[in-house]
């Protein structure tokens, strides 16, 4: 594979290279976002004590810093938070054995004919792969 597509937290990216590479740029980017995350916070509990604190006498908390401190509390709450595990029960059941059919199906992407004329009858359980002329 040359170009590797993620969907990760209702966002796409696109990793240019093979599967080492896709790796290796998600890593960068899950760090670069987790520092960015981390810096929120932080910046979020100091803004935090300030608005807590009571004004001095005779004065008011500046309103724009008050919506900017609403902002953060919006964008820090709204982060995703790293998940540790993640399980999914599912009782779905199926009428009948066939799960897809595909009658003399041609598939293509970016002008390339990838598969044509596929004809074949999924049944549960079953698994495909695709491989390319490298293997991969």
Request: charged letters at 25%; one cysteine or more.
């Amino acid at each position: 594979a040359s170009e590797i597509v993620e969907l990760h937290a209702s966002a796409l990216y696109r990793h240019s290279g093979n599967y080492e590479d896709f790796l290796l740029s998600k890593q960068a980017r899950l760090e670069v976002e987790g520092q960015q995350a981390q810096a929120a916070r932080n910046k979020w509990r100091a803004e935090l004590n300030w608005v807590r604190r009571q004004p001095k006498a005779r004065s008011t908390k500046s309103k724009s810093r008050l919506e900017a401190f609403e902002q953060l509390d919006n964008r820090v709450k709204g982060a995703p938070q790293p998940v540790q595990s993640l399980a999914i029960d599912s009782e779905m059941r199926r009428l009948g054995s066939s799960v897809l059919t595909f009658e003399d199906a041609t598939i293509s992407a970016g002008g390339r004919t990838l598969v044509s004329h596929f004809s074949y009858d999924f049944s549960r359980g079953e698994r495909i792969g695709i491989c390319g002329p490298n293997g991969a």
